[in-house]
């Protein structure tokens, strides 16, 4: 009875951490969804282009300078990160062949999640500051090959210069800089940088329910059953490399839900602007996005 009464007792704790997790995520998301539906205006492209040149790069650069993760450590979960998106791209390059889907329009959603608007939230409420750090890292990874490998899927070439102008690609090779040579900044340009960065996560938050609240699913059988096999492939590959790279807890849980994190509102920009299947693409993103309410949870208690 009292090993019973033990399990139930952990049960419940495990069950109300998951909660206080998954609810800050979902709240500001619901926040920016409901704003949406109450019809208030909200400029997505401004609050975007804010979020994604000030205060990501700001979080992205404060994070890695400030850092206590080992270096060694760090270059072990960026490797473990291409390794990982590297079998998810041949998995799904699999999928996309044998169910004789459109390349441009199902590989790059199929491949790629919502890293930044919900992974690094999740990382960083499901690990605390380590968690941060590491999603920071694992988000890097994911934004550098989304303008490489993941615009070369849908627009046939890929963007060096693109990639080049996005600011979190020298916020991160900066951050890095300073993390090998043991530099700061000056304490009150750290402050002004991390208050920036806090800007970050509510940000991104909000602008995804915005986003998700505007959109239309179309073909809701198929992009329910492929987002899906998405969440579950990409949750077993990164275990299972995880696993073989010998990463720690804390660094096989944020692995694990950044590459889980449902399609991300960039995939539909990118369908539209590139001429593949948009409505295709926007589905994916709000059904994959919904059937994470469930799957966040779940994958949750099988990490912690």
């Known amino acids: ?5 033990n399990r139930r007792k952990h049960s419940v704790t495990l069950l109300l951490t998951v909660l206080e997790i ?3 995520v979902f709240l500001l998301a619901g926040v920016g969804l409901t704003w949406v539906r109450l019809g208030f205006p909200y400029d997505t492209a401004f609050v975007t282009r804010l979020a994604m040149t000030l205060a990501v790069p700001a979080l992205i650069f404060t994070a890695l300078m400030g850092t206590e993760l080992d270096p060694a450590a760090i270059a072990t979960v960026t490797l473990a990160t291409f390794a990982a998106y590297a079998a998810v791209l041949a998995a799904m390059w699999a999928v996309t062949l044998v169910l004789r889907l459109d390349r441009r329009t199902y590989l790059a959603p199929l491949t790629f999640g919502n890293t930044g608007n919900l992974g690094i939230p999740l990382a960083g409420y499901a ?3 380590a968690g941060l750090e590491l999603g920071v890292v694992t988000f890097a990874v994911s934004a550098v090959l989304v303008f490489t490998v993941g615009l070369a899927l849908v627009a046939g070439a890929g963007n060096p210069k693109a990639l080049l102008r996005e600011p979190m690609v020298p916020a991160t090779l900066l951050g890095a800089l300073f993390l090998w040579r043991g530099w700061e900044t000056p304490a009150f340009l750290t402050n002004a940088l991390e208050l920036i ?11 995804l329910g915005v986003a998700v609240g505007r959109l239309r699913p179309v073909g809701l ?6 987002s899906v096999l998405k ?3 990409c949750a077993a590959i990164a275990l299972a490399v995880a696993a073989a790279f010998g990463l720690g807890r804390e660094a096989t849980g944020v692995l694990t839900l950044q590459m889980a994190t449902p399609v991300a509102v960039t995939s539909y920009l990118l369908a539209q602007k590139y001429g593949a299947d948009a409505e295709a693409a926007a589905g994916l993103v709000v059904v994959s996005t919904a059937l994470s309410v469930a799957a966040i949870p779940l994958l949750l208690l099988i990490v912690l």
């Not at 960065?197 to 602008?207: D, E, N, S, V, Y």
């Open 127 to 129: 690990f605390g500051q």
């Open 197 to 207: 960065g806090q800007m970050a996560i509510p940000l991104m938050l909000i602008t």
């Open 221 to 226: 059988a198929r992009v329910a059953a492929l």
């Open 22 to 24: 998954v609810a800050p």
């Open 1 to 5: 009875m009292p090993g019973g009464a």
């Open 231 to 233: 969440v579950v492939a």
